[in-house]
């Protein structure tokens, strides 16, 4: 499972630099591989012999630590995610009796029933290796990225929790193989019923814009400002542990855009058709593309918004997002109490 | 067994935690300690069964009051504290003080105790079981304590706040005519 999001993270990488190529009308990596897919293959080599330097003015300790709990924080996170409904492997006899039961498993490391705080909770630990990085580096462009980062990230933490509320109300469950379940079926045979067309399409925007936020990104990537801070908080960090906070950041990106999935678009919902293998495999199929979907737009708003001044960041979030995410959590509670009265 | 012996564990390092806060002399590895001790204290929660509150202390301490403290840390640049020797008379009468005291409250706790105690994952931790406490029985003391949590915040702002623009809090009418010109265009200096 590490693997897969080792993998994804690499081709999410690979994705970002070919679209931003083509948007600005360029090529993008074509040298290595076809299509320059063997690319991130390149780059993680080159990672790992680059020269790593440690400044002799950082604070050890904490300079070592700190790529180490950014990316141990994103990739913890990804263990509850569901990516596939229950998946029938074969048939198998289950101790004397003469019927055959069918072993499978669901596509999902722990089904817990807080999947969803949990997700949250190690995200909101992630903090710790952007501030720390920040502070440990002793140097001034590091310290105001790592403080920017910390105060964007748990200032729209808020608004990105409180966004998600309407959808736990109107699933009634924090597990998140139930969220994805209570979104089933269509509307009028067509619109099929994902949350996002089902009264949290105000929800959905707060999220993704809250989500943008929290992984630094396009256009709220102060911590990192290159024309202003040189690099951020990973100014001082060379080779694999920058190379570490890169990774942490862009698994970020994909577990943000699979909680977007999940509670917003259906998880693995979408049509099935064909032979009874295809039905197994179409499931994990459509969760991947809504993903793809996703880290597609990450990188198409980067080219698109520039970036926020850093009192229009934090006001957008405390003046504007905060409120909106409280009207849609009380409009939502409403609607669901009256529907079951 | 598997989960006693996870329960001893973290039960240990969130102590010792708790001894390197008060040990270590530069703040920010005291305050990294307090994580460490807010974490394991999450663990603990989660191995009695009460999955909602280990996510929450997550969330709430570890993940949002203590990068607080870390900001503060951070922007106050607080170095190393001196250490004095201290008094002989801390160590003489302290350390038994504290020992004696300790063993008291054990003891009390183990033998003169109404309390029930609770196994490993027995504890009611599902997120029902907590909204029905917190939004039927204890209603009232949940809602008290939000106006509580209220004036504490007005109370910062006021701090925090310069006594003029609680004063005066209209903006200052601009004085020099470059200041009436760009006012009126609505712009800031």
């Known amino acids: ?341 | 067994m598997f989960h006693l012996i996870l329960f001893l564990f973290f039960g240990a390092v969130c102590v010792a935690g708790a001894v390197n806060l008060l040990v270590q002399s530069h703040p920010i590895n005291s305050a990294l300690s307090l994580i460490v001790v807010m974490a394991s204290l999450a663990a603990e929660y989660l191995l009695l069964g009460a999955e909602f509150v280990a996510a929450v202390q997550v969330i709430v301490y570890a993940g949002a009051i203590m990068v607080l403290f870390l900001i503060t840390i951070m922007l106050l640049n607080a170095g190393k504290e001196d250490r004095t020797k201290g008094s002989r008379i801390a160590t003489l009468l302290g350390v038994p003080g504290v020992v004696i005291g300790g063993v008291l409250v054990a003891w009390v706790l183990i033998h003169r105790s109404d309390l029930g105690t609770v196994g490993l994952g027995a504890l009611p931790g599902d997120p029902k079981d907590i909204a029905r406490l917190l939004f039927h029985d204890f209603l009232l003391p949940f809602e008290v304590t939000s106006v509580l949590i209220l004036i504490a915040i007005m109370g910062a702002v006021v701090l925090a706040s310069r006594p003029d623009a609680i004063a005066r809090p209209h903006p200052i009418p601009p004085v020099s005519e470059e200041e009436r010109e760009l006012a009126a265009a609505g712009k800031d200096r």
């Not at chain 1, 600005?24 to 080599?45: C, E, I, K, S, Y």
């Not at chain 1, 994805?180 to 949290?200: E, L, S």
């Open chain 1, 1 to 341: 499972m590490i693997g897969i999001l080792l993998t994804a993270v690499a081709y999410s990488v690979w994705l970002e630099r070919k679209v931003s190529a083509h948007i600005q009308n360029r090529w993008g990596p074509t040298r290595v591989g076809p299509f320059g897919l063997l690319q991130p293959m390149a780059d993680g080599v080159k990672f790992i012999f680059k020269e790593d330097l440690t400044q002799p003015h950082v604070y050890k300790p904490l300079y070592i630590a700190a790529p180490i709990i950014a990316v141990v924080f994103a990739i913890t996170s990804i263990s509850v995610i569901p990516f596939g409904n229950w998946v029938n492997v074969g048939p198998i006899q289950v101790g004397n009796s003469p019927d055959l039961g069918s072993w499978g498993t669901y596509l999902q490391i722990t089904d817990v029933n807080i999947g969803l705080l949990i997700v949250l909770g190690i995200t909101s630990m992630g903090v710790y290796g952007v501030a720390l990085a920040g502070w440990s580096s002793n140097s001034k462009y590091a310290l105001l990225g790592g403080l920017r980062a910390s105060a964007q990230m748990i200032s729209y933490e808020v608004s990105l929790g409180l966004s998600l509320v309407g959808v736990l109300i109107m699933s009634g469950s924090l597990s998140l193989r139930d969220i994805v379940d209570a979104q089933a079926g269509r509307f009028w045979y067509v619109i099929p019923r994902w949350n996002v067309f089902h009264g949290q399409t105000l929800a959905f925007f707060i999220y993704l814009i809250s989500a943008y936020a929290e992984t630094n990104r396009t256009p709220f990537d102060l911590p990192e400002a290159e024309s202003e801070l040189v690099a951020g908080y990973h100014t001082e960090y060379s080779a694999m542990k920058f190379a570490m906070f890169f990774m942490a950041e862009y698994a970020n990106m994909v577990t943000v855009s699979c909680i977007a999935t999940l509670l917003f678009l259906g998880g693995w919902h979408g049509p099935l058709f064909g032979p009874h293998l295809l039905q197994d495999v179409l499931p994990v199929f459509w969760f991947c593309l809504k993903v793809f979907a996703f880290m597609f737009i990450y990188v198409w708003v980067r080219w698109t918004l520039p970036r926020f001044r850093y009192d229009q960041l934090m006001a957008f979030g405390w003046k504007v997002l905060l409120p909106l995410a409280l009207a849609n959590i009380v409009y939502t509670a409403l609607v669901v109490a009256l529907r079951a009265q």
